[in-house]
Each structure stands twice: as C-alpha cells, then as structure tokens.
C-alpha cells in the first residue's frame, strides 16, 4: 500500500470489473467453469446457509453463487443477485433454474445498496470487494441490510497464481504495461490482516479469514487465453493489439505454463481468502 492510500480503497490506477458488449457471455462460458466456479462451493459451506434465509449475493456477475444458494434455503428462502454490469444481469437471467428456485436479479451498487435495513440474513460477495471504488462503504452497506445476527461471507485471491503471474508479464511485454496494469485490481487485496480489518473496522464481530487452496485446472493456453482474456475488461486492448501481437502473446503463456501442463489441462495452484463476519 502507498503511504497514505485509503486502506478501503483500491490502489491508484487499478479498474473497475465493468465489461462491454456480449463479454458477459463469455464470461459464463471461459471464467465460470474454470476460474470462479470451482470456489463457490467452498464459499457456501462458510456461509452456512439454511432453510427460510434471505440471501444477497453482491457482485454476483453471471449468478453462479446465487444459484447454488437458491438451492440451500429453499424452501421459504429467497436470494437477490445484484450486480452493477447490466450485461451480467442480462446472461444472468438467461440460465435456466430448476424448477422450484428463483432468484432476483437486480441492478445496483455495492456502494449504495438499494435494499431497507435489515433486509437479509446473509450477504455473499465471491471476488467482488477487490474491485469497489470505496471497500469500507461497501462493507457498511453489507452491515446496514443485514437482520440482527446475520452474517457476511466474502472471498478474494490472495494473490496470483502462476498461470496469472504469466499472463500479466505476457501483457506487459507483448500488449502494454497499462493494459498488464489494469489485470492488477483483482490480486489487490490478498493481505488477510487487512482484509480482516476492513470488515472489523465496518462494525463485523468474529471475523475469522479462512485460506482455501485449490488446483486449478484449465485448459491449454493456445485454447483458453485468448478466450479468457476476450471475458476480461483488457478484451479490447487485447483485440486491438493485432493478430500477431495475440501469437507471441499465446507462445509466452505455453511456454511459461509447460512446467504445469497434467495431461490435456494446465494444473496451477491457487489460493483465496474467504472471510465470515457476524452482526
């Protein structure tokens, strides 16, 4: 951190995760299955969801927390996605659900929840928080709608993996340092005594940061980089660089991952900080 810097802010320079055009769809299909997906399920068995809770999943992106807690707390229960990018909404809404399971999709900032007080008894956020302009005022919002005894489960990376850690100086080196800058935002709270003290200082009691550890497997980077990058806010950079800047971009990822290749996938370590808090 800079001296200085607001610790419920983002570093200086860093974006916010706002996608354009159809990016949101090829978010469902590239970093659902392979990059964020795979730690919903750690995520709400921290959250410790039951029958009959009022849910709110922040920054729920194309739903895949939601819909999974729409399964725990029915019947009686009901979940709220809300997320600022329309576009996800709009993937959102076009899943299908089972039968029986709901959920509503709203439009809305995780600065300015537009929710009454206590309104729910569980706020979910899977890598969201990195990302808000204002952390802190977040978290107050996070406070202000949850019932009495609610609880608050988040999660952010603790940093990058290997596979990220090459992506980023592929960027640099073959795209621009900015556009390797702006992929930053996501790794920029990984420290848990701070991540624990934002919540703390938001008025969260029993705070506890939990580290999950999971081995990521995607597929081989000739296949998945450009797809994934294509789901990312840098698709435009991306795609303006030219076709042969995107080759050497896809030679430096299979060169860097060989050492991770396990058969058909790419195998890389990564690690997340969940976070749980109480009223």
Same mark, same amino acid.
């Given at each position: 951190?800079?001296?200085?810097q607001k610790a419920e802010s983002p570093p200086q320079g860093l974006t916010q995760f706002q996608l354009q055009g159809d990016a949101a769809e090829r978010y469902e299909q590239w970093i659902v299955p392979f990059v964020i997906g795979p730690w919903a399920p750690a995520l709400l068995d921290l959250a410790a969801l039951r029958r009959g809770h009022r849910v709110l999943d922040v920054a729920t992106g194309? =739903?895949?927390?939601?819909?999974?807690?729409?399964?725990? &707390? #029915?019947?009686?229960?009901?979940?709220?996605? /809300?997320? %600022?990018?329309?576009?996800?909404?709009?993937?959102?809404?076009?899943?299908?659900?089972?039968?029986?399971?709901?959920?509503?999709w709203r439009h809305g900032s995780a600065l300015a929840l537009p929710f009454s007080d206590g309104a729910f008894d569980a706020v979910l956020?899977?890598?969201?928080?990195?990302?808000?302009?204002?952390?802190?005022?977040?978290?107050?919002?996070?406070?202000?709608?949850?019932a009495p005894l609610g609880r608050v489960t988040l999660s952010v990376w603790t940093g990058p993996s290997p596979y990220?850690?090459?992506q980023r100086e592929g960027l640099a080196i073959h795209v621009s340092p900015?556009?390797?800058?702006?992929?930053?935002?996501?790794?920029?709270?990984?420290?848990?005594?701070?991540?624990? =003290?934002?919540?703390?200082?938001?008025?969260?009691?029993? &705070? #506890?940061?939990?580290?999950?550890?999971?081995? /990521?497997? %995607?597929?081989p980077p000739e296949e998945f980089l450009l797809k994934h990058l294509s789901a990312l806010p840098v698709a435009d950079l991306v795609a303006a660089a030219g076709e042969e800047v995107r080759a050497a971009l896809v030679a430096h990822m299979t060169e860097a991952m060989r050492a991770y290749v396990d058969g058909y996938s790419v195998a890389v370590p990564q690690e997340v900080n969940v976070a749980?808090?109480?009223v």
């Open positions: 951190m800079n001296p200085g194309t =739903g895949v927390v939601a819909r999974l807690a729409a399964r725990q &707390v #029915v019947p009686g229960g009901t979940v709220t996605g /809300l997320d %600022l990018n329309e576009g996800m909404l709009t993937a959102a809404r076009r899943l299908p659900l089972p039968p029986g399971l709901t959920i509503d956020c899977q890598q969201g928080l990195q990302f808000f302009p204002d952390r802190l005022k977040a978290l107050h919002e996070f406070r202000r709608v949850l990220f850690t090459a900015e556009t390797a800058m702006s992929t930053a935002a996501a790794f920029s709270l990984g420290d848990d005594k701070e991540l624990r =003290g934002l919540l703390e200082t938001a008025g969260f009691h029993d &705070v #506890v940061v939990h580290h999950v550890r999971m081995m /990521l497997r %995607l597929p749980t808090g109480r």
